[in-house]
């Protein structure tokens, strides 16, 4: 239980296209629901299965420029061809409230949001190879191959960016992954052993792959 006027934490978790970040939170979230998950804007369209104001907040273009231009966004984005955003205000309410948000954000609005929450935990979440990211873009039957082919790049320049995180979690086994996931949002620091050999050897290996 929370201790009275105890703030919130801040998770951010980043991934490639691909990696597996959504299927984990949520995954997270089920197990963990004291945690609440930000609801970010977007101008994509909806996925199958996917909710307003859950999932998303859906937008139009115009109504996305319009809360970007009056300051409404902690961090914005353009990403794949549409454009994400993050409300500062709900994040604020709910850490002063004592609850434990995430955000799901690329790297570089991570990066910005670590600016102004400075304690805030980021986390990466990395294929175990850039083959194995090819075979789940291919499997999602989402993209087409020149969309597949710009994801990987893009993959390869967010992994480049890996040291600037304070956790990178290999999603080899999602089980693995999320009990990984799991160690980081509740466990205390001490406990949390995720540089195993094994897992070094992966990391690296996926580090000479995109060099």
Known sequence: MKEKNKTGKLFIVTAPSGAGKTSLVKALVELCPQIKISTSHTTRKPRQGEREGVDYYFVNNDTFEILKNNGEFLENAECHGAKYGTAMTPVEENLRAGKDIILEIDYKGALNVKKVFSDAISLFIV??????LKERLEGRGQNSNAEIKGRLAAAKEEISHLEKFDYVIINNKFDQALYDLK????????????????QKKIFQSLINSIK
């Not at 160690?183 to 001490?190: L, Q």
């Not at 052993?193 to 094994?198: A, I, P, V, Y």
């Open 127 to 132: 294929p175990p190879s850039m083959a194995v």
């Open 183 to 198: 160690s980081v949002f509740i466990d205390s620091p001490e406990s949390i052993n995720l540089e195993t050999m094994r």
